[in-house]
T-cell receptor, first 115, second 114 residues
């Protein structure tokens, strides 16, 4: 069965510093997609970044980048120059291309930004 | 402005009431979802509609009744709920075409059952 594990329930980082949130997953598939979602206090789930497993290059979106290690089944999110607005719950997610397969979410990591 | 809108944003209802949550997506997607998010619990998938047909029903109690009249609208009808049903209900949509497309969420409806 496919699973997504976020081993850090909570993390803190000083404003302007860099933080890395970890995510591991288990799958026997070779073709799949990975996501990081952010859920701020407003509670809307917002897509931060998406990675296709067939792409070797790590995805980046401004201050957000991932370290995708396919062999290790690891998909960590790095946030550079942390800002107060980055404080949120971050969810790692996995899905296959198959429209009948559900997206699977991790339990989340709550990130605190220290001023 | 979000591509997936939910109303109402907050709802307080008694255990004997009947109410509905509404979701509308403006993204042209062909699949819609209801998720439940309770405190200290993982995100729970409740229902999936693909091309207006229900394709997933994760053992949700019958006091929750979904309705998908067309590909842009999704309802969650609520009746005789329990206090433990108090939670954030998130609607989402995606374009399902075997490409692993992204799921987009609404802002959620906070439900309190008293």
């Amino acid at each position: 069965a496919q699973t997504v594990t976020q081993s850090q329930p909570e993390m803190s980082v000083q404003e302007a510093e860099t933080v890395t949130l970890s995510c591991t997953y288990d799958t026997s598939e070779s073709d799949y997609y990975l996501f990081w979602y952010k859920q701020p206090p407003s509670r809307q789930m917002i897509l931060v970044i998406r990675q296709e497993a067939y792409k070797q290059q790590n995805a980046t979106e401004n201050r957000f980048s991932v370290n995708f290690q396919k062999a290790a089944k690891s998909f960590s999110l790095k946030i550079s120059d942390s800002q107060l607005g980055d404080a949120a719950m971050y969810f790692c997610a996995y899905r296959t291309p198959n429209r009948d397969d559900k997206i699977i979410f991790g339990k989340g990591t709550r990130l605190h930004i220290l001023p | 402005e979000t591509g997936v809108t939910q109303t109402p944003r907050h709802l307080v209802m008694g255990m004997t009431n009947k109410k509905s949550l509404k979701c509308e997506q403006h993204l042209g997607h062909n699949a819609m979802y209801w998720y439940k998010q309770s405190a200290k619990k993982p995100l729970e998938l409740m229902f999936v509609y693909s091309l207006e047909e229900r394709v997933e029903n994760n053992s949700v109690p019958s006091r929750f009744s979904p309705e998908c009249p067309n590909s842009s609208h999704l309802f969650l009808h609520l009746h005789t709920l329990q206090p433990e049903d108090s939670a954030l209900y998130l609607c989402a949509s995606s374009q399902e075409d075997n490409s692993g497309n992204t799921i987009y969420f609404g802002e959620g409806s906070w439900l309190t059952v008293v």
